[in-house]
């Protein structure tokens, strides 16, 4: 059973060596969805609380709010694209998301309404 939150945040950022006009300083108010897998549910009948997922979404997400993604320390060295932004989240929540009963399945990145990415992990 695949469980999801979804959560937005804004930021500026900019494209280093882009051939365009991406590669000046813009902003973008991302879009992002986290879906957990649950291979069974716990007592109540879930496979993980909304509460707990938003809390830990949400704290790693905090991060990248109203920041200029650009200095953010994860991307000091490489271009803070959805991409990249997708496994940051991706990456750090891991961890977090992991129990014998469910996962982190997917981290899903829209910079506009009709562009995204999904990452699922190496």
């Avoid at 920041?67 to 694209?81: G, K, M, T, V, W």
């Avoid at 992991?98 to 995204?116: C, F, K, N, P, W």
């Amino acid at each position: 059973m695949d469980i999801y939150i979804r959560t937005h945040f804004s930021g500026g950022h900019h494209l280093r060596a882009y051939p365009g006009n991406c590669e000046n300083p813009h902003g973008h108010n991302w879009k992002v969805k986290v879906t957990v897998r649950a291979a069974q549910l716990d007592h109540l009948g879930m496979g993980i609380d909304f509460k707990q997922l938003k809390k830990t979404v949400n704290a790693v997400v905090d991060e990248l709010d109203h920041r200029d993604l650009n200095q953010h320390q994860a991307f000091e060295a490489i271009n803070p694209s959805s991409e990249h932004i997708a496994m940051f989240l991706f990456n750090r929540l891991k961890d977090s998301l992991q129990t014998d009963r469910y996962s982190l399945h997917a981290v899903e990145i829209q910079e506009t309404d009709s562009s995204g990415v999904i990452y699922y992990g190496d």
